[in-house]
């Protein structure tokens, strides 16, 4: 029974921070707060993008990053709110100045 109670209080927990992620990435809130990282490099990192839930899923859930859906959603979301560059691009960076050069603002590389 307290199994069950703590599952249902993490569920709603859960989802009531999923909505005020949600609202805030839609209106583009989190772009605000963009503005204390700005001028660095965002580097963002997917191990794996797959939908546990499907029948036959036997892997290892933590593995999984994003389920394909979402992935689409933030992939949307870093296109429009960021200035996704290059691995080329970065190496170029580094090798030629230095870091001392500044990237463009809300650089992200993937």
Same mark, same amino acid.
């Given at each position: 029974? !307290?199994? &069950?109670?703590?599952?249902?209080?993490?569920?709603?927990?859960?989802?009531?921070?999923?909505?005020?992620?949600?609202? $805030?990435?839609?209106?583009?809130?989190?772009?605000?707060?963009?503005?204390?990282?700005?001028?660095?490099?965002?580097?963002? @990192? !997917?191990? *794996?993008? =797959?939908?546990?839930?499907?029948?036959?899923?036997?892997?290892?859930?933590?593995? %999984?990053? $994003?389920?394909? =859906? &979402?992935?689409?959603?933030?992939? =949307? !979301?870093?296109?429009?709110?960021? @200035?996704?560059?290059?691995? *080329? $691009? %970065? %190496? @170029?960076?580094?090798?030629?100045?230095?870091? *001392?050069? *500044?990237?463009?603002?809300? $650089?992200?590389?993937?």
């Amino acid at each position: 029974m !307290y199994s &069950e109670q703590a599952k249902s209080t993490k569920s709603m927990r859960s989802s009531i921070i999923k909505k005020i992620t949600s609202l $805030a990435f839609d209106t583009g809130l989190i772009r605000a707060g963009r503005q204390l990282w700005s001028k660095s490099l965002t580097v963002l @990192n !997917y191990h *794996r993008i =797959d939908d546990p839930h499907q029948a036959g899923f036997d892997s290892f859930l933590p593995t %999984v990053s $994003a389920h394909p =859906d &979402e992935f689409n959603r933030q992939m =949307d !979301y870093l296109a429009r709110w960021f @200035n996704v560059i290059s691995l *080329r $691009a %970065v %190496v @170029n960076w580094f090798r030629i100045s230095g870091f *001392r050069v *500044r990237l463009l603002d809300g $650089a992200l590389f993937l």
